[in-house]
């Protein structure tokens, strides 16, 4: 069988597949955007348990593998009787994974807006709330967008490793698909081909937004 | 022996970046020996004539000679091909040039950034290019800072060591691209200072800059420049005082004003 | 917690740390090699990105967009069939280290052709004036200085390199991760185990950060003005 017949046949369940592929990454993706969030404002804060504790978790997440995450998710959860499915726990790891960065990422674009203009802000008399919301968070959302894309590229494709807690996605279903007709070689290759139509697009959006927020 | 070419010949030279014309035409010949400054208002296009001198810019159209060779390019049977790389790099060691923002190398000490060239360019003892080097440190006044790094010393201190590291490939030429610019005022004297003994011991130099009383006093030929073209050319006096030309006599105005 | 069940996890504690350094050392083994595979070939795409050659830019970016747009498992797992499929058996480790080799590479070079562009043109131009070849001054000038400002991107190379080894351990590869695997199914000490896995990963990652900042900066030449 070659490629195409091999396509002919697999296609539905890999499309299948891939959809269920960008629900996690999506689902990880708005976890970490949120999550990031509070860990940022922790991070910002005057209190210091709470800074202390973003720091941590900044640590924690950014300095030990996805896959090493996911396991403490799925089955160290487990064992202390908190029950997850591995798709959420998928969602859940690579969420709170994902958050570490868009902390990082947030806390960049706030201090990438020039001094200058909250003092200038400042001194026609805004308050500071709405300094924040008129000068500070409109400037650093055009600065965190480029760096946001690439992170939920890197998502996108680290939903890979849930496959390794037996997550229902694209790379766990080409591991069933192998077994079935026999072909490893051409199944992954159909599926590293299917991965890149789904980010290459993004990552050309990303270059477009990176070359947009530099004109500036 | 008799040189009776000039040092560089510039023959129709014309400039281009993409749709903007930046040299529309020039023709200039430097002898041996001469001290020529180009002065003009910016975007007159004198720094990018400098540029081409040596090449670092291409030229769109046109030639230059250096002692009677064709730069940076070759006639292959009436066609005009690209230098290699290699061959352009010997014809530019035999110039030098001194750059606005000075460009020493940081990461090497004071000494080291003079015998780079000698050493590893041409190949001479190390031996021979420290001494060579220290003496031409002394010459410009940067002896006590030979084992300093750049970023220790003061623009003027390191535009100084910028020149006696193009003096030590012992160029037939000078070029010199507002060497002075950059400068706290303070430090310009200083470096005008070494490029006037320079002059005084025969360093044919070409020299863009805005410093009106220095090319005055230096130049045996000043070239005035404006909108990619040579306006008016000729001895200090006539360009400076007996003009004759209204757009050379209203920018000579502007500058003194000054 | 049930105290007994305690004390009889901390008492596989020594055991577990001594399976799981040897793990580290692997780990770290399978890091190394593919770090300087990937160097190697990232410093060679670098330059055909850079080049003038149009041909060689090209070659460069499908190579880079191909390996930065899947996921390294996914690569991986092609590299492996494809190996046998064409005939090739290499261990497990072997086919990891190309591997993580090949794809650090897309990622190294995007450092090398960033910390390149720089430093700025007047050095490379300051070096062409004092009688340099392109070859000279990028070799004696631009890339020692390009170095320097590489730094901080390739240690977060090999931090990121030093995480993904732990995919590695879907392939049996006798890695930390795999290790810890084998440990979990051999005595069920779920918590304890991937709890000392993840600490050994961090402490891993905190100590390559530190050696790159000394190392950073002690090449920074001496600051006082």
């Known amino acids: ?216 | 022996m008799a040189v009776t070419h000039p040092l560089v010949r510039i023959e129709g030279l014309h400039k281009s970046f993409g749709s903007l014309a930046v040299l529309k035409g020039i023709d200039l010949t430097v002898q041996q020996g001469q001290k020529i400054s180009l002065i003009g208002p910016s975007g007159s296009g004198k720094t990018t004539l400098l540029r081409c001198i040596n090449f670092l810019e291409e030229p769109t159209q046109g030639s230059i000679y250096l002692d009677d060779r064709l730069l940076g390019q070759r006639e292959v049977h009436g066609r005009r091909v690209p230098m290699s790389d290699a061959e352009l790099a010997r014809m530019r060691a035999e110039m030098g040039m001194v750059f606005q923002r000075f460009n020493l190398f940081p990461h090497l000490s004071v000494l080291e950034n003079v015998i780079l060239g000698p050493t590893r360019v041409q190949r001479r003892t190390r031996a021979e290019a420290i001494e060579q080097a220290e003496d031409l440190l002394n010459k410009v006044g940067m002896f006590p800072k030979r084992d300093a790094y750049p970023e220790q010393l003061s623009g003027g201190q390191q535009q100084r060591i910028a020149i006696a590291r193009a003096l030590a490939m012992r160029p037939k030429l000078m070029l010199f691209d507002e060497a002075t610019s950059a400068l706290d005022p303070e430090l310009v004297g200083e470096v005008l200072q070494v490029m006037r003994r320079l002059a005084e011991e025969g360093m044919t130099m070409i020299i863009v800059t805005h410093e009106m009383r220095f090319a005055e006093s230096v130049s045996d030929q000043v070239v005035f420049m404006a909108d990619g073209n040579i306006v008016e050319q000729g001895p200090p006096r006539q360009i400076f005082r007996e003009s004759t030309v209204e757009r050379t006599r209203s920018f000579i105005r502007a500058v003194q004003e000054h | 917690m049930d105290p007994s069940a305690l004390a009889k996890s901390l008492e596989m504690l020594p055991y577990f740390l001594k399976v799981l350094g040897f793990g580290a050392l692997t780990t770290l083994g399978l890091t190394f090699a593919a770090f300087v595979v990937a160097a190697v070939l990232g410093f060679v795409l670098a330059l055909m990105r850079l080049s003038r050659s149009k041909p060689l830019n090209w070659v460069a970016s499908i190579y880079l967009e191909i390996f930065r747009n899947v996921p390294i498992l996914t690569q991986l797992f092609i590299l492996y069939f494809g190996l046998t499929y064409v005939g090739i058996t290499l261990p497990a480790v072997g086919a990891a280290i190309l591997g993580f080799g090949l794809n650090g590479a897309a990622i190294l070079s995007e450092v090398f052709r960033a910390s390149i562009r720089t430093i700025n043109r007047g050095q490379a131009e300051a070096a062409y004036s004092i009688g340099m070849t392109r070859a000279k001054a990028m070799r004696l000038i631009v890339l020692p200085q390009a170095f320097k400002v590489a730094i901080p991107g390739m240690t977060n190379f090999v931090i990121g390199l030093l995480k993904d080894t732990s995919l590695a351990s879907a392939a049996a590869v006798p890695e930390m991760t795999f290790r810890a695997k084998m440990l979990v199914s051999e005595t069920y000490q779920t918590n304890l185990i991937y709890f000392l896995l993840a600490i050994i990963y961090l402490a891993l990652s905190l100590l390559i950060a530190y050696g790159a900042a000394r190392t950073e900066r002690r090449l920074n030449v001496v600051e006082e003005r």
């Not at chain 1, 997440?61 to 499915?85: M, N």
């Not at chain 1, 990422?105 to 709405?130: D, F, N, S, T």
């Open chain 1, 1 to 216: 069988m070659g490629y195409g017949e091999l396509w002919e046949a697999a296609h539905e369940e890999l499309l299948a597949a891939a959809l269920a592929t960008l629900q996690l990454a999506i689902g990880a993706l708005l976890i970490g955007l949120v999550v990031g969030l509070l860990i940022a404002l922790a991070r910002l804060s005057g209190n210091r348990r709470l800074r202390g504790f973003a720091l941590l978790y900044i640590e924690v997440f950014r300095g030990t593998p996805a896959l090493v995450q996911l396991f403490i998710v799925y089955f160290s959860l487990t064992a202390i009787g908190i029950e997850f499915s591995s798709y959420k726990a998928a969602v859940v790891g690579l969420g709170l994974n994902a958050a570490a960065y868009f902390a990082e990422i947030y806390r960049a674009g706030l201090e990438a807006v020039p001094k200058g203009q909250v003092e200038a802000a400042k001194a026609i008399g805004m308050p500071r709330g709405q300094v924040l919301r008129f000068v500070l968070l409109p400037q650093a959302a055009r600065i965190v967008l480029a760096p946001i894309g690439n992170v939920a590229i890197s998502l996108l494709k680290d939903t890979s490793v849930a496959s390794l807690i037996a997550a229902p996605d694209l790379m766990l279903r080409a591991q069933d698909l192998s077994a079935v007709y026999f072909m490893p070689l051409e199944i992954y290759v159909l599926v590293g081909a299917l991965y890149f139509v789904m980010c290459y697009p993004l990552s050309l959006g990303v270059r477009l937004l990176e070359r947009k927020s530099a004109n500036h």
